[in-house]
């Protein structure tokens, strides 16, 4: 199918806001088919952007909200005269090539708007909430920031099924819990803590020892890290069949995903990690061991 100019346009536009930008695990990877990588390209600018807005931090709180506000209004607008901004109070540069490019996926993958209305509900919250009470309100977080992504790609890969759905949830909550082990130290540095109040308690750890010109983190905070990633392991394992369930490119992507978020986690519980001062990440030395073990898949 030859696509309009505009259209193409916007397209490259999402592929590139999507290269631009540095991520733990793949952005409309190569594995993909090439069909599907412009659709996964156009629903991260639209988060991508929404995010960005949230984390502003030199913003005062309202304006964020207010960019936040208007990033929904453009959604609910899609397919509508309404939806493209006056040039002079645009909320993004770029804005209206991602939404005409989401447009036309949401369009093309009878993708339910809904999803996107729980992914800026969650970026909204981050603007207000710095803090969790439990683990079920850091779940409930998680529902809307990260499965609406799983989900929506599968729909874009063609899979429409429940069991599906709820085992990609399990994973994609499990892939957002390990990104905040792994950037405890720098969210807290920006005023975010993810660590649920109640397993804190648990283990005893104080917020007063978090300081961060402080010799290496307590043991008690240890021990809630540790809880934390166990936790999140459960999450993993209980995820791990939807990437059996799925066929085609689409099951290598899932599957290193999947290693890829399991290694961060083990690093993140090594007791010698230190995470208010290092930041664990994967390099090239864990390229060979995630192919093989994709391929392998025992």
Known sequence: MTEPPALRRAYETCIRLAQDYYENFPVASRLLPASVRPHIAAVYAFARVADDFADEGDRPAEERLALLERWGSRLAGIGTTSNR????????RDADD??????HTIDTHQLPVGLFDDLLSAFRQDVTVTRYATWADLLDYCRRSANPVGRIVLRISGFRDETLDRRSDSVCSALQITNFLQDFGRDWRA??????????????????????????????????????????RELFLDGRPVCD???????????LTWLGGMRVLDRVGR??????HDRPTLGLADALPLVWRAVVWT
């Open 245 to 255: 369930g799925v066929t085609g490119r689409l099951k290598m992507e899932l599957r």
């Open 191 to 232: 005023g975010r803590l993810y660590v649920p109040g109640e397993i804190q308690e648990e283990c005893g750890a104080e917020i007063a020892d978090l300081d961060l010109d402080a010799e290496p983190l307590t043991p008690a905070w240890h021990a809630a890290l540790e809880r934390c990633a166990v936790k999140t």
């Open 271 to 276: 007791t010698r990690y230190d995470p208010l």
């Open 98 to 103: 991602i939404f005409l490019a989401l447009a």
């Open 85 to 92: 901004a006056d040039p002079a109070a645009a909320e993004h």
